[in-house]
């Protein structure tokens, strides 16, 4: 099993930063891919950024581009999402997740693992 642990969430103001970490424990050598999701109120979980632990691939969600930078550690198993320019409209839990197939996946049922989440609040 892999064990996540999210911190980093906060509130800030609108324009303002955050960055976020994701602690991963137990079996890491079985992660292919290491994903941020969000979930905002009343609505469906969705795909923020990945990257693959070995090589370094990154995917970002359109909303984010340019603003959300995702990088891993692997020496300290840590994975994290610099958040700039955030808007109102990040505001959600923020969830790490793994994925151990070697094909990239964007959808939250491909993710086995999850983090608690980490509450990420944006003030207009």
């Known amino acids: 099993q892999v064990q996540l642990v999210e911190s980093g969430g906060g509130l800030v103001q609108a324009g303002g930063s955050l960055r976020l970490s994701c602690a991963a424990s137990?079996?890491?050598?079985?992660?292919?891919?290491m994903a941020w999701f969000r979930q905002a109120p009343g609505k469906e979980r969705e795909f923020v950024a990945l990257?693959?632990?070995?090589?370094?691939?990154?995917n970002y969600a359109d909303s984010v581009k340019g603003r959300f930078t995702i990088s891993r550690d692997n020496a300290k198993n840590t994975v994290y999402l610099q958040m700039t320019s955030l808007k109102p409209e990040d505001a959600a839990v923020y969830y790490c997740?793994?994925?151990?197939?070697?094909?990239?996946?964007?959808?939250?049922?491909?993710?086995?693992?999850w983090g608690q989440g980490t509450q990420v609040t944006v003030s207009s």
């Open positions: 997740a793994t994925d151990p197939s070697s094909v990239v996946h964007t959808t939250p049922n491909r993710y086995n693992y």
């Open positions: 990257i693959t632990w070995t090589r370094g691939y990154t």
């Open positions: 137990g079996r890491t050598c079985s992660i292919y891919t």
